[in-house]
């Protein structure tokens, strides 16, 4: 095409001529090197989507393995702390050849059958994940597992008998709802957790993504606050009379160190301090009314025996501190035969412990500063 311009003359007529033969001209398009862009966006979002779904399916697993494992390891724990006297290892089980084999399904089983027929409990370790506790009884040999892939099989069977309607019915969260929680529409609030915890019985901050075990422990169950006493410190040791011990508390499925424990043998005393480091040490600083009730006072009693205290006659002396005034109070607790429990002695206080007086002195000053 060529567009021609005299420029000698003063009336200009512009034409324009072109060499493209009529009924011939087209407009020539590059075809783009990215193809069809729609496919490719596609392809991408439907690869996005497979790869989150098999990372909440890996999280999902992870959760689960990683509870399992962790209830594994706490309840080892606790068993042979609590029992470790009553248990004999064994490093094979060749010598348990020709014995009929009964499954239990729980350890306190064994320990009840310990009791009938004093035999020792053998514990036999398989691998790092799976542990035996057996027991003799003639020609008989009971086996208690517990084992990783057991409470995971358990956990599992647990969240399979829950149904969604189920989970509607206790909730009240409406179908839809629950199911835009199910498929990421949306996140649940705080509240409605709390209701779905309840309702899978399941710890909420597990839920939540947490470390913790799956399965729901209540903090308010008493068979999982007994005191235990770990002869671990000499750090307040006065004499060859006098045993020191770190009393660990069952809670939050763990052992907590919860009180320095002095006793004195020859004046069967008990002399009771809180551990003030930890941040929820202020549910102890009242004399715990466990001691008040024969069903309750147990919870530090229990475990008399390992530390050579004689329930009957014991004395105690718990150092707290009037939550009001912000004063040092020891309280000393007697145990009453007919009542079956502990009740506040106002006589005269034998023997205080002056390295407990000094730490319950500086935790009252401190509080009083802080209230002030």
Request: glycine share 4%; with cysteine; aromatic share 12%.
């Amino acid at each position: 095409m060529t567009l021609n311009v005299p420029l000698t003359t003063k009336t200009v007529d512009v034409s324009i001529a072109t060499n493209v033969v009529k009924g011939e001209g087209k407009m020539l398009i590059q075809e783009s090197q990215y193809g069809d862009l729609t496919y490719v966006l596609i392809t991408g979002v439907s690869i996005l989507t497979i790869g989150i779904i098999i990372l909440l399916m890996f999280i999902k697993y992870m959760l689960e393995t990683r509870s399992a494992e962790t209830m594994y390891e706490q309840e080892l724990r606790k068993i042979l702390f609590n029992y470790k006297s009553n248990i004999q290892k064994i490093s094979s089980e060749e010598n348990l050849q020709g014995y009929k084999i009964l499954k239990i399904g729980t350890f306190n089983e064994i320990l009840e059958m310990r009791d009938t027929i004093q035999a020792p409990i053998l514990m036999y370790a398989e691998n790092e994940e799976r542990t035996k506790f057996m027991i003799i009884n003639n020609d008989v040999l009971f086996v208690y597992v517990l084992g990783v892939k057991e409470i995971r099989n358990e956990l599992r069977e647990k969240a399979k008998n829950k149904k969604q309607v189920d989970i509607v019915k206790d909730t009240g969260i409406s179908k839809g709802a629950f199911s835009s929680y199910l498929s990421g529409q949306y996140n649940p609030k705080a509240d409605k957790m709390e209701l779905i915890a309840d309702s899978l019985d399941v710890d909420l901050r597990w839920l939540y993504g947490q470390n913790v075990p799956m399965e729901h422990t209540s903090q308010n169950d008493n068979a999982l606050q007994y005191v235990f006493y770990n002869n671990s410190c000499s750090e307040y040791l006065l004499d060859n009379l006098d045993d020191i011990y770190i009393a660990m508390m069952t809670q939050y499925a763990a052992l907590i160190p919860r009180f320095y424990v002095l006793v004195n043998r020859a004046g069967n005393a008990m002399h009771i301090l809180p551990l003030f480091l930890k941040e929820d040490s202020s549910q102890f600083y009242e004399c715990p009314s466990d001691f008040f009730y024969s069903d309750r006072h147990t919870i530090f009693t229990r475990d008399f025996e390992s530390i050579h205290m004689v329930l009957t006659t014991a004395t105690i002396y718990y150092y707290g501190i009037d939550t009001k005034s912000y004063e040092p109070k020891v309280t000393m607790l007697s145990y009453s035969q007919a009542d079956d429990c502990f009740y506040i002695d106002n006589g005269i206080h034998d023997g205080h412990i002056k390295a407990f007086e000094k730490e319950l002195t500086k935790e009252a000053l401190y509080l009083k500063h802080n209230a002030q």
